[in-house]
């Protein structure tokens, strides 16, 4: 069974902690996609990876870093968490093809952060 | 520029009744389109794509799509609800432009509620 693994479910942090968030996939796939998933708002692009090492800003990338040294693992981290940053963050993976984006993105389970 | 729109936030319907979540996209070119399921406390899913060739797509757990392009379409169907069906569904796109092509345009999804 395929798997996109998010290291926690449930994460409380303090304001200014610098959080990480880490995601393996099981896969072998070339893109791994970091999402913030609000009330209202959907499912907004942090950043996404195409290869190892690569990485290209999404729609939302203040106050986030992404790190991929390793085709498996993409991790996100927070430079300094806010409250505003409380959410539900979610990891995908997916291959990489040559044109349209045409094949299924799988998910991991979450991660909900609360910052205190 | 791309765009999906997702008509209702949130639908509710009873258990046996015909399920109808509606999706309208923009794109200058044709696009693939997809539907992604989220279940309580969950990742997203995905329960079909369309990628240019039947334009009545068939996938998991009974759903079906019809892609109609004079109408900018992709609503989702299931001819009889199910109290497993609650969830919130998400309709997305693919945006098929050099240097973006692995992002996925995603509309502000669909909650919908199954009553006894």
């Known amino acids: 069974d395929v798997k996109v693994t998010q290291s926690s479910r449930y994460l409380v942090k303090r304001t200014g902690e610098k959080v990480f968030l880490e995601c393996v996939q099981d896969?072998?796939?070339?893109?791994m996609f970091w999402y913030r998933q609000d009330p209202g708002l959907g499912l907004r692009l942090i950043y996404f990876?195409?290869?190892?090492?690569?990485?290209e800003k999404g729609d939302i990338p203040e106050g986030y870093s992404v790190s991929r040294e390793k085709k498996e693992r993409f991790s996100l981290i927070l430079e300094s968490a806010s409250t505003n940053q409380t959410s539900m963050y979610l990891c995908?993976?997916?291959?990489?093809?040559?044109?349209?984006?045409?094949?299924?993105?799988?998910f991991g389970q979450g991660t909900r952060l609360t910052v205190v | 520029a791309q765009s999906v729109t997702q008509l209702g936030s949130h639908v509710s319907v009873s258990e046996g009744a015909l399920v109808l979540l509606r999706c309208n996209y923009s794109s200058s070119v044709p696009p693939y389109l997809f539907w992604y399921v989220q279940y309580p406390n969950q990742g997203l899913q995905l329960l079909l794509k369309y990628t240019s060739a039947a334009t009545l797509v068939k996938g998991i757990n009974g759903f079906e799509a019809e892609f109609k392009k004079s109408e900018t379409s992709f609503h989702l169907t299931k001819p009889s609800a199910h109290m497993s069906d609650a969830a919130e569904y998400f309709c997305a796109v693919s945006r098929p432009n050099a240097g973006n092509n692995r992002k996925l345009i995603w509309g502000l999804g669909t909650s919908l509620a199954v009553n006894p």
């Open positions: 995908a993976s997916s291959l990489r093809t040559g044109g349209f984006l045409n094949t299924e993105a799988f």
């Open positions: 990876s195409y290869d190892v090492k690569m990485k």
């Open positions: 896969m072998d796939h070339e893109n």
